[in-house]
Nanobody, 127 residues
Framework: QVQLAESGGGLVQAGDSLRLTCTIR?????????VGWFRQAPGKEREFVAT????????AYADSAKGRFTISRENAQNTVYLQMNSLKPEDTAVYYC???????????????????WGQGTQVAVSS
């Protein structure tokens, strides 16, 4: 059983920062998990934002997130973070964290690679 819960969303102004938290509850070894952040804006398809491998040593970002967002994890705390700086109105979306437990040192950027998802947290950025 794996449960993911996102928190930290809200309404902010352009240029502000937010830190999203993904809390993972599981009896599985979190050290074998790949975690990703995705987002879905109204009327658009879900898109990849960032991903991190099991120990935080490898990570990747969408072009839209590079230089502004930082993904990190604390396995001892069962949490993965997404620090979002210099937010823009186009960052407005529901943000989801996702996990896949796999014996890999790699990460995944495709949402079809993940089999556990949270309910999402809303981020709204006003201009």
């Amino acid at each position: 059983q794996v449960q993911l819960a996102e928190s930290g969303g809200g309404l902010v102004q352009a240029g502000d920062s937010l830190r999203l938290t993904c809390t993972i509850r599981t009896f599985l070894n979190l050290g074998t998990s790949v975690v990703g952040w995705f987002r879905q804006a109204p009327g658009k398809e879900r898109e990849f934002v960032a991903t991190i491998n099991w120990n935080g040593g490898r990570f990747a970002y969408a072009d839209s997130a590079k230089g502004r967002f930082t993904i990190s994890r604390e396995n001892a705390q069962n949490t993965v973070y997404l620090q979002m700086n210099s937010l823009k109105p186009e960052d407005t979306a529901v943000y989801y964290c996702a996990a896949r437990f796999a014996p890999t040192h790699d990460y995944f950027t495709n949402d079809s690679e993940y089999n556990y998802w949270g309910q999402g947290t809303q981020v709204a950025v006003s201009s």
